[in-house]
């Protein structure tokens, strides 16, 4: 009987329900600690249903996993059999194991066709997956399967990749950031995208929010734009205390007292539940109100798309002189007739006749800087103290 025992595999496919899990643990330390070899045949289905309880189903799914995951083969007419792997697969099996955790729309576009503001996820794949030195597995999580993300991240606590990338952690729950504890414990790596949320005891890469709405800030100021509103989507979120720190230190500097500055940050989180996406007309409505008895000269949107609402209440008012910046730099890229609708689509009228002065928040290297911590960390080639990596951010569209 040949005694080589195939190396510790991964699998794309984590097993899911207890009576599974409990059976696919079972068999998988019984053939990592040889007690099934190479060749030997597992026992049959009926038979392990008679032994734990239960139905054939858990069985079968459990053997699917297992036969996913290089372990078994199904011998027609035999059985089941722990599989011998080539040397070449004993080579792939053998590298470090990153599970990429994401909720990525489009994981076959390739990042250079996609909108830049949502790119991260698109880039960061696309530089994980050009590694030779790790292997990758992609855990997709769409929009509308948000709930799906506790059970993804708890499957990894048997997976036990060497690292595992969170791209983009939204509204971390107690629940997310108890499992990423666990996860951290028992040896994984953690890497993430420190963005709306930054979780602990991880890795992180991030764009320079901080730096960059001090740029922002300094330019206006230096062009005579000294009574500047800024809008603010939610001060929870990590990019706005971010750009709040940048905001208040150029400021500081031109001499205002910290009383004032607050009172210049507007948190649209007041008017509406709606954390990400603010509707045109309530934001021309609240742009109107605050405006009305404030000396303004600048305003801050919230970012490149936001520019238009609020120069629509602006001209709505008859302020067209006052200066609207917007953030992200995508105002080139955006599709405007769908934003604003084809039947009113007139690049002057609605707005679309002036580049706004914006910020680049260089997420595609923001991905790249992501991508290298995971494969360095899965590589063991980074020290034990906690990486945080801030690509800075550049002004845009300078008149």
Same mark, same amino acid.
């Given at each position: 009987?040949?005694?080589?025992?195939?190396?510790?595999?991964?699998s794309r496919k984590?097993?899911?329900?207890?009576k599974?899990?409990?059976?696919f643990?079972a068999?998988?330390?019984?053939?990592? *600690?040889k007690?099934?070899?190479?060749?030997?045949?597992?026992?049959s289905?009926?038979?392990?249903?008679?032994?734990y309880?239960?139905?054939?189903?858990?069985?079968?799914?459990?053997?699917?996993?297992?036969?996913?995951?290089?372990?078994?083969?199904?011998?027609?007419?035999?059985g089941?059999?722990?599989k011998?792997?080539?040397s070449n *697969?004993?080579?792939v099996l053998?590298?470090?194991?990153?599970?990429? /955790?994401?909720?990525f729309?489009?994981?076959?576009?390739?990042?250079?066709k996609?909108?830049?503001?949502?790119a991260?996820e698109?880039?960061l794949?696309?530089h994980?997956?050009?590694?030779?030195q790790?292997?990758?597995?992609?855990?997709?999580?769409n929009d509308?399967e948000r709930g799906?993300i506790i059970?993804?991240?708890?499957?990894?606590?048997?997976?036990?990749?060497?690292?595992?990338?969170f791209?983009?952690p939204d509204?971390?729950?107690?629940?997310?950031?108890?499992?990423?504890?666990?996860?951290?414990?028992q040896?994984?790596?953690?890497?993430?995208?420190?963005?709306?949320?930054?979780?602990?005891?991880?890795?992180l890469?991030?764009s320079?929010?901080e730096?960059?709405?001090?740029?922002?800030?300094?330019?206006?100021?230096?062009h005579?734009?000294h009574?500047i509103?800024r809008?603010?989507?939610?001060?929870v979120?990590?990019y706005?205390?971010e750009?709040?720190?940048?905001?208040?230190?150029?400021?500081?500097?031109?001499?205002l007292d910290?009383?004032?500055?607050?009172?210049?940050?507007?948190?649209?989180?007041?008017?509406?539940?709606?954390?990400?996406?603010? =509707?045109?007309?309530?934001l021309?409505?609240? /742009?109107?109100?605050?405006?009305?008895?404030?000396k303004?000269?600048?305003?801050?949107?919230?970012?490149d798309?936001?520019v238009?609402?609020?120069?629509?209440?602006?001209?709505?008012?008859?302020r067209? =002189?006052?200066?609207v910046?917007?953030y992200d730099?995508i105002?080139?890229e955006?599709?405007?007739?769908m934003?604003v609708?084809p *039947?009113?689509?007139?690049p002057?009228?609605?707005?679309?006749?002036?580049?706004?002065?914006s910020?680049?928040?260089?997420?595609?290297? /923001?991905?790249?800087?992501?991508?290298?911590?995971a494969?360095?960390?899965a590589?063991g080639?980074?020290p034990?103290?906690?990486?945080?990596?801030r690509?800075?951010q550049?002004? /845009?569209?300078l008149?």
């Amino acid at each position: 009987m040949n005694s080589e025992s195939p190396p510790q595999r991964r699998s794309r496919k984590p097993v899911i329900g207890s009576k599974q899990e409990e059976i696919f643990r079972a068999l998988q330390q019984a053939i990592e *600690e040889k007690r099934y070899q190479v060749g030997d045949y597992l026992p049959s289905t009926r038979q392990l249903a008679l032994e734990y309880h239960t139905s054939v189903t858990p069985i079968q799914r459990a053997y699917s996993a297992l036969a996913d995951m290089g372990y078994i083969e199904k011998i027609h007419g035999s059985g089941i059999r722990v599989k011998a792997i080539s040397s070449n *697969e004993a080579k792939v099996l053998l590298k470090p194991q990153i599970e990429l /955790v994401t909720c990525f729309k489009n994981p076959s576009a390739e990042p250079q066709k996609i909108h830049m503001v949502q790119a991260l996820e698109e880039w960061l794949v696309w530089h994980l997956t050009r590694s030779d030195q790790t292997r990758v597995s992609l855990n997709v999580i769409n929009d509308d399967e948000r709930g799906k993300i506790i059970q993804t991240l708890g499957e990894m606590r048997y997976l036990k990749p060497d690292t595992l990338v969170f791209a983009r952690p939204d509204y971390p729950s107690v629940a997310v950031k108890k499992i990423i504890k666990q996860l951290v414990d028992q040896g994984t790596k953690v890497c993430c995208f420190a963005g709306k949320a930054r979780l602990p005891y991880c890795d992180l890469a991030t764009s320079d929010f901080e730096s960059g709405q001090y740029k922002l800030t300094k330019y206006l100021l230096e062009h005579g734009h000294h009574n500047i509103l800024r809008l603010q989507a939610n001060p929870v979120f990590y990019y706005e205390a971010e750009k709040q720190k940048g905001f208040e230190r150029a400021m500081l500097e031109h001499g205002l007292d910290r009383d004032e500055i607050a009172r210049r940050t507007v948190s649209l989180s007041k008017y509406t539940d709606i954390m990400t996406e603010i =509707d045109s007309e309530l934001l021309e409505s609240i /742009v109107g109100d605050l405006l009305d008895d404030k000396k303004i000269t600048a305003v801050m949107a919230l970012n490149d798309i936001s520019v238009l609402f609020v120069r629509r209440a602006l001209r709505r008012m008859g302020r067209e =002189d006052i200066e609207v910046a917007g953030y992200d730099a995508i105002w080139n890229e955006v599709s405007w007739p769908m934003i604003v609708g084809p *039947e009113n689509y007139d690049p002057e009228e609605v707005g679309l006749d002036k580049t706004p002065i914006s910020v680049d928040t260089h997420l595609p290297e /923001v991905a790249k800087e992501l991508a290298n911590l995971a494969v360095l960390r899965a590589k063991g080639e980074l020290p034990q103290a906690l990486q945080r990596r801030r690509v800075d951010q550049t002004l /845009v569209c300078l008149r």
